[in-house]
């Protein structure tokens, strides 16, 4: 499923390098991968508002898929609705426009404007968007995948509020922890044995090795008070292997279409959520299940429809394989 990615560059500048190469984001439902938002177009922007978002969506002319990357919590997208408004996306703005849009409230245009912190003389700018909104609502998007912490982490009503604004086929978004890094891989041993010793000094804390000798990766999160504040963790790491280790690293967890070759003393962007003081990758067999999708798991009756996508021989193999086994469960279950 081909899909843009819009990143707030502000809140995280590594967003969109990381999606130029790393172009393909998992789509889940039950816990399990059954699809990839394959992204062919990157639209960075400072101080993303819900306007440019609706722009750049319009602009794309398909309704296929879109990826968000901003800050947010469990009942806010942290984005202004415009750059005159200093309304948030919140549950309650949300509400209001669904409301407005369905014709479910008495209130004027002008009472709902003011009620979203458009001044009188900005009227014209609540009535675009709110032609953004139902030119987007007509494209129906078969995804809206939101990256931003925390979006279902109490539930998911605002996840569900968003997808009746914007009428969208499908919504997900992570219920921890999001963020966009860049990785400096340059540590590495000179030898196996220097490796060892490494990785077994208690005193560096808990590490995860990853890969086989003489390829491995030691991998160690963590996340100082400040660097919650600012929804961001870091991430050191030791290779045993200057190049090959990272390379096999980066091939494991981070699916792409794009040929990529790591360079030693490279800085590479990645994404992961950070959940329990673990980092998890979207390559990784635990990222599905971190995220929260609308229509939920139960509320679609068997059987299912997938449509074709757009990627690579081989994830589609993959992908057939996950959706298979997916399904049998689910009949299994009923």
Known sequence: MRSIVITDSSAHPAAAPFYTWCNLEPISFGGIVIDWLQIDKVLPKPKLTLFKILEDICYSNRGEGAVVVCHGNDHALLVQLHKNTNQKLTLSAAQTLVSFLDRQTAKSEKEIAKELGFATKELGDFQILCDLLVDVRALRLKHF????????????????????????????????????IDWNPHNYSPNSEHFEKTIADVRLGQKLVWGQKPNRVAIQGGQTPAQQARSEWSMASLAENSTSAVQEFLEEFFPTTKPFTYCQGTIVPIHGFYYNGAIVFPGSAHYAGLLVTVPKFESIPLPMYFPPEEVVRPIQRITAKIRSGFQRRRAARG
Do not use: H, W
């Open 145 to 180: 995948a939101l990256r931003a912490c925390n979006m279902g982490k109490t539930g998911t009503l605002f996840l569900e509020t968003v997808k009746r604004l914007l009428q969208c086929d499908m919504i997900s978004g992570p219920y921890c922890k999001d963020a966009y």
